[in-house]
């Protein structure tokens, strides 16, 4: 079982920045692939981005292609999320996610239904 618990969401003005993350139980984390999603009012979840086990692979969407950096401490038991140069249009509230290498490869973009999901944590941007 693994547990994920977000922080560092908040209210930033377009152009800034934020730093999330993902702290997580468990002594398997170091095992799973991790991913952020994301949920605007009204809209479908989205995928953001994703990075492997060790922290070699990563997959971004378009939407935040070289703006979003995803990366992860296995000794901290986290996974980040930096976001640069924000848009309004990134206000949602943003989820990590976790599964095992099987239901989650990063490397082709694809995955099934993840079976582990944090409670979510709200990102605003000001125009």
């Known amino acids: 079982q693994v547990q994920l618990v977000e922080s560092g969401g908040g209210l930033v003005q377009a152009g800034g920045s934020l730093r999330l993350s993902c702290a997580a139980s468990?002594?398997?984390?170091?095992?799973?692939?991790m991913g952020w999603f994301r949920q605007a009012t009204g809209k479908e979840r989205e995928f953001v981005a994703a990075?492997?086990?060790?922290?070699?692979?990563?997959y971004y969407a378009d939407s935040v292609k070289g703006r979003f950096t995803i990366s992860r401490d296995n000794a901290k038991n986290t996974v980040y999320l930096q976001m640069n140069s924000l848009k309004p249009e990134d206000t949602a509230v943003y989820y990590c996610?976790?599964?095992?290498?099987?239901?989650?490869?990063?490397?082709?973009?694809?995955?099934?239904?993840?079976?582990?999901w944090g409670q979510g944590t709200q990102v605003t941007v000001s125009s």
């Open positions: 996610a976790a599964d095992n290498a099987m239901t989650m490869d990063v490397g082709s973009g694809s995955w099934g239904e993840l079976r582990y």
């Open positions: 468990g002594r398997t984390f170091s095992s799973y692939a």
């Open positions: 990075i492997g086990w060790s922290g070699a692979i990563t």
